[in-house]
């Protein structure tokens, strides 16, 4: 298996922009979250989907941000319009069926957003 | 859980045995994950400790007391590829999501 495929690894754009981003989880896992990294805040997460629908989005910081999970291999992570204080990490994640330890969750490389 | 809560910082010695400490909020919680990552990549996976006691994986062991909200992650025969952050992370009872704490960046020196 490839594991969770994230693209792009980096981008750098300026505010006011659009930016996309996106994951492929592994084949099976039925759960995905995206997480953002900063050296203040750590790893949070933003949202949390389950067999494609999304279970807990209160980590989304605003408007700004949109996730959608299309079908079980695809998902989104939307900013719109970004701004400089946007600049992170952002985590894709995937883990097999929800239950008590189940969340040995595999991340993906990781996009590293950049916003000027 | 939430409020979790570790070092920001530890050096060790090559050889030597490291304890790194975590405590976290025990309402609402129902086990402790403990990641390792290393600069500029993703976090992987340690350890998972539901049960008190200790659990022991080759040179790294997890502990966990429910009672008392904390946890620790035990390195022995400590490496240089083992200077790494290693972030707690408590999963909360029914929704199973992940709280991770801010980590603990591990420098190993000869």
């Known amino acids: 298996d490839a594991g969770v495929i994230q693209s792009p690894r980096h981008e750098v754009t300026e505010m006011g922009q659009e930016v996309t981003l996106r994951c492929k989880p592994i084949s099976g896992h039925n759960s995905l979250f995206w997480y953002r990294q900063t050296m203040m805040r750590g790893l949070e997460l933003l949202i949390y989907f389950n067999n494609n629908v999304p279970i807990d989005d209160s980590g989304m910081p605003e408007d700004r941000f949109s996730a959608k999970m299309p079908n079980a291999s695809f998902s989104t992570l939307k900013i719109q319009p970004s701004e400089p204080r946007d600049s992170a990490v952002y985590f894709c994640?995937?883990?097999?069926?929800?239950?008590?330890?189940?969340?040995?969750?595999?991340f993906g490389a990781g996009s590293r957003l950049t916003v000027l | 859980g939430q409020n979790i809560d570790q070092p920001t910082e530890m050096t060790a010695t090559e050889g030597a045995i490291v304890q790194i400490n975590c405590t976290y909020q025990t309402s609402g919680f129902n086990g402790l994950f403990w990641y390792q990552q290393h600069a500029g990549e993703a976090p992987t996976f340690l350890s998972y400790?539901?049960?008190?006691g200790l659990e022991e994986k080759g040179r790294f062991s997890s502990f966990l007391s429910r009672s008392k909200g904390y946890s620790y992650l035990l390195l022995k025969e400590l490496q240089m590829k083992d200077s790494a952050s290693y972030l707690c992370?408590?999963?909360?009872?029914?929704?199973?999501?992940?709280?991770f704490g801010k980590g603990t960046k591990l420098s190993v020196i000869p």
């Open positions: 400790n539901v049960l008190d």
């Open positions: 992370a408590d999963e909360g009872a029914g929704s199973y999501q992940l709280t």
């Open positions: 994640a995937s883990s097999p069926e929800g239950g008590p330890g189940a969340n040995v969750l595999t």
